[in-house]
T-cell receptor, first 111, second 118 residues
């Protein structure tokens, strides 16, 4: 059974810092990995999707990497802003198109 | 294109009552998912539909939860009777189904329904 863990569970940083969120998974037989953002009381917004054959994806100030063999992914956020405050979730897709989510990292960026 | 729609957005009920949630996926998306997200946790898949057929409902508590997608478009999720531990956000998501090996099956999520059972 796939298990996904995210560390840290919560993070508070001053504005402008670069930061790294970590995601690990136990079963490396994945099709892809997605990073989502969730604002309080809202649904999930997809940020980046990395196929199993890819090593990284970039969108603006976000960069996600994938090391499938070691079961790890990182989300790098450059020059953090207060508007980045949210919960970040990673999810892996196994056979059958099932997504298994981690518990999330709650990020607070202080002005 | 319009996103995934869900209603109601909020619902408060007493334990042992019943409740139903509605989801309208993105037009043309054949696959529909219901997730349960308990406060402080990541979403957990309850059931997955492909058109109007069930693909996976292994994590659906079938003694009290039911879901249907009769015409392969809208879907309803019902809880009867509700328990205190059912308090959660219920998320609906949809994705295309292209039968391609490299299809990412990217899922698009609705805003969710927040259920409080008292």
């Amino acid at each position: 059974k796939q298990e996904v863990t995210q560390i840290p569970a919560a993070l508070s940083v001053p504005e402008g810092e670069n930061l790294v969120l970590n995601c690990s998974f136990t079963d490396s037989a994945i099709y892809n990995l997605q990073w989502f953002r969730q604002d309080p009381g809202k649904g999930l917004t997809s940020l980046l999707l990395i196929q199993s054959s890819q090593r990284e994806q970039t969108s603006g100030r976000l960069n996600a990497s994938l090391d499938k063999s070691s079961g790890r992914s990182t989300l790098y956020i450059a020059a953090s802003q207060p508007g980045d405050s949210a919960t970040y979730l990673c999810a892996v897709r196994n056979a059958g198109n099932m997504l298994t989510f981690g518990g999330g990292t709650r990020l607070m960026v202080k002005p | 294109e319009a996103g995934v729609a869900q209603s109601p957005r909020y619902k408060i009920i007493e334990k042992r009552q019943s409740v139903a949630f509605w989801c309208n996926p993105i037009s043309g998306h054949a696959t529909l998912y219901w997730y349960q997200q308990i406060l402080g946790q990541g979403p957990k898949l309850l059931i997955q539909f492909q058109n109007n057929g069930v693909v996976d409902d292994s994590q659906l508590p079938k003694d009290r939860f039911s879901a249907e997608r009769l015409k392969g478009v809208d879907s309803t999720l019902k809880i009867q009777p509700a328990k205190l531990e059912d308090s959660a956000v219920y998320l609906c998501a949809s994705s295309r189904f292209l039968r391609l090996a490299e299809d990412p099956y990217e899922q698009y999520f609705g805003p969710g329904t927040r259920l409080t059972v008292t």
